[in-house]
């Protein structure tokens, strides 16, 4: 059985709002509502499995998701900080699924440092609504991730750059089950890159 996915999403609001931004801020608030259609919902491979799992071999779900957020980027002499958050509420037309509530809160700080360093330090928080492969569970499935990264760039020339990094990501699934695939990832890189005068670059990069 194929599943067949269809989406609709508008933009109710989204405008820049700089009322109380200093000169090269950007304030931008959002809200949006989307409607998509899955005709296999739950992944089930046929009929005869979809009558077994669900009671009925109508495995379409139709999902309604509602979003309100805010984008901002807000400049500091030569620093930017780059800030992301949102609030959002899915909900399905079949009874036994529960609606989902989900999230993201980030903010990156893109930082320089006299005339050759730059780079940058983030993190993100978010709770994202996952593909449902459980048919016999009512709850729906997500993933809650806590990102942390830092990078720096050091320009040896105008047309030659360092550059080194790390990272953690830690993944936590739900509902209890789903645990097994939560994770704890570490990530560095170390690498060089040559940029041409038109912007164009080549690199190595070493990442573990």
């Known amino acids: 059985m194929h599943a067949l996915k269809l989406g609709l999403g508008g933009l109710l609001l989204a405008m820049p709002y700089s009322a109380w931004a200093l000169f090269g801020d950007s304030v931008r608030p959002y809200v949006s509502y989307r409607v998509a259609h899955d005709s296999n919902y739950f992944r089930v491979a046929n009929d005869a499995q979809a009558q077994a799992l669900l009671g009925t071999s109508d ?7 509602g979003e309100a957020g805010v ?5 500091f002499s030569r620093q930017t900080i780059v800030l992301r958050a949102n609030l959002n ?16 809160l980030s903010a990156d700080w893109q930082w320089v440092i006299g005339n ?11 709770r994202e609504l996952q593909q449902q492969t459980d048919a016999l569970s009512t709850q729906a499935q997500t993933q809650d991730r806590n990102d942390l990264h830092f990078s720096a760039n050091y320009q040896i020339s105008p047309n030659y750059l360092l550059t080194a990094g790390a990272a953690n990501r830690r993944s936590e699934f739900s509902p ?19 940029v041409t005068d038109a912007g164009n670059s080549i690199g190595l990069q070493y990442r573990r």
């Open 59 to 65: 495995t379409a779900v139709t999902s309604r998701t």
């Open 71 to 75: 984008d901002a980027d807000l400049k």
């Open 89 to 104: 509420q899915t909900s399905f037309d079949r009874p036994e699924l529960q609606s989902q509530d989900g999230h993201l």
């Open 116 to 126: 050759q360093w730059t780079g940058n330090l983030g993190y993100l928080q978010s």
């Open 176 to 194: 209890a089950g789903r645990e097994s695939l939560n994770r704890d990832e570490n990530t560095q890189n170390l690498g060089a890159r040559f």
